[in-house]
């Protein structure tokens, strides 16, 4: 009985260690796949990947997690570079880009979600398109890192958590290499009419044909000397060409937020495997301490006084191990206030953009999407300038010509 009922306490005592989990992939040490031959121009898809999601961090997320909002927020720009440039490596896709919303006119699609990420652990979500509307695979992976992650990294190549980039870019690369025969011309050719449309519905509407599961095929192609096909695919150059120079700017952050995110990965690390250290010993004392208490006054051995001496020798050991515990504890909070101080914003603004086209300069501004959103609108009224169509009645945001 008392034994039964002390190692209830103990199991009570430590029952507060449990960690997150997810219904995810576990990675392990794994090489990328990178072609092995030059894969023919015609064969290639271009990718886009959206700028990452994460859930807003509420402020016991951010005490349990020991993470922040500005962090999370960098980090959905972060990951999704480091993966473009992982793709790149592979030498297995066309143009990789990341992109600040998603889009029906890019070849493939990539979108995550950021479910967990810090010095000692990083989950994401991944989900995989193509212009088609089918759906590749959809993956949740995971990968622990330890010290040894965080040597002999190389900015743009290796990462902490290398392998996860690795298994997703050689995940993409089987689902590619899956595609029946035809598939990546219907897909081009899909992306493209799909850009078309978006420009000159009245004109392409009926070119494409989108089921309930809105999964689109291709119902004719437009002639090879189709002015307005021609006219719109440079259009569609221009807009390649901006994301490219979004992409310049997505770098620079990249390439300035690298060295303080290393840096302040390794200390979280640092800082959770001492954490986890001194919780565990916290809750073992705890545990003891409220075992020796316990066993205090279940015993009542003997009315004598040494067995009263004993009582007392024991409740008093007991209440000191629990106060060592929750002093312990006390010194976990304080890791966690340190993971918190070294957690400073790494902001991703967006500075206004002058761009002259057709002999007129426009600004752009806002962040990142706001701006692409105006950029669409811009090449919209210039294609409509351009043919004679009457815009449609929801011509986008505005997009102010600069002085």
Known sequence: MLVSLLGCILVTALSGCASHSYNARNVEATPIQIAQQEIPEADL????????????????????????NEIR??????????????LQRSA???????IPEESSTHDVLLTGTILESNGQELVIKIKA??????????????????????????????????????TIANDLADHRKKLPAGSVDRIRSIAKLQFARDFAPDAYEDYLVENDDQEVTLNRLPADDDPQMARLMTIRERDHMYIDTLNQYYDGFYAGM?????????????????????EKSAMLRKAGGAMLVALAILLE???????????????VS????????????????????AIAELSESFGADMEPVNLELKGQTYELTGSAQEQYRQWRALLRQIYLRETGFEPVADDGPDVSVAD
């Open 45 to 68: 898809l271009d990718v886009g990947i959206v700028v990452f999601e994460s859930a807003e961090l509420t402020e016991e997320d951010i005490e349990d997690k020991g993470t922040n």
């Open 73 to 86: 927020q960098s980090e959905t720009h972060f990951i999704p570079c480091h993966l473009r440039n992982t």
């Open 92 to 98: 297995q896709w066309g143009a990789v880009r990341v």
């Open 129 to 166: 398109t193509d212009a088609r509307g089918r759906l590749w695979y959809e993956e949740t992976y995971r990968q622990e890192a330890t010290g040894v992650s965080y040597k002999d990294n190389i900015p743009w190549e290796q990462d902490a958590y290398q392998n996860l980039y690795n």
């Open 258 to 278: 690298w060295p303080a995110y290393e840096n302040w990965r390794k200390l979280d690390l640092t800082e959770r495997l001492a954490r986890e250290e001194i």
């Open 301 to 315: 051995v003997t009315q004598s006084g040494a067995g009263n001496m004993l009582q007392g020798v024991m409740a």
């Open 318 to 337: 007991g209440g000191q191990v629990f106060m060592s515990g929750i002093n312990l504890s006390k010194q976990a909070e304080m890791h966690s206030a």
